[in-house]
């Protein structure tokens, strides 16, 4: 099972392979944010649904996969490029953590 920083190294170096082009097509959501979600699912639940995807496409595919997870539990996630991502419950805005919370009170954890 990779370590944190070891997932934070993958995504890096697949970054450093993308061409400046392919970069400015990133749609959205900080890496910061998507690589923090996708670990914290996987760290604190189990759910593991990004890490098939750190030596292909990861943008396109982990956003998706990711926005999915959210949507599982009752959550709305939007990717913003220049802030952080937004989290929304019944369409209400919540933190981070609020929407980890959903998760966790869904699992019954």
């Given at each position: 099972?990779?370590?944190?920083?070891?997932?934070?190294?993958?995504?890096?170096?697949?970054?450093?392979?993308?061409?400046?082009?392919?970069l400015d097509q990133v749609a959205g959501?900080?890496?910061e944010d998507i690589v923090e979600d996708v670990?914290?699912?996987?760290?604190?639940?189990?759910i593991d649904f990004a890490s098939k995807y750190f030596n292909d496409?990861?943008?396109?595919?982990?956003r998706s996969d990711?926005?999915?997870a959210f949507r599982k539990f009752g959550i709305k996630l939007e990717f913003h490029s220049e802030s952080a991502n937004k989290y929304f419950i019944d369409g209400k805005e919540?933190?981070?953590?609020?929407?980890?919370?959903?998760?966790?009170?869904?699992?019954g954890r």
């Open positions: 099972m990779a370590t944190r920083d070891e997932n934070f190294k993958k995504i890096n170096d697949e970054l450093e392979l993308m061409s400046d082009d392919k959501g900080t890496w670990n914290r699912f996987k760290r604190d639940f189990g496409d990861i943008d396109y595919y982990v990711l926005i999915d919540v933190t981070r953590d609020e929407a980890f919370n959903q998760v966790k009170n869904k699992l």
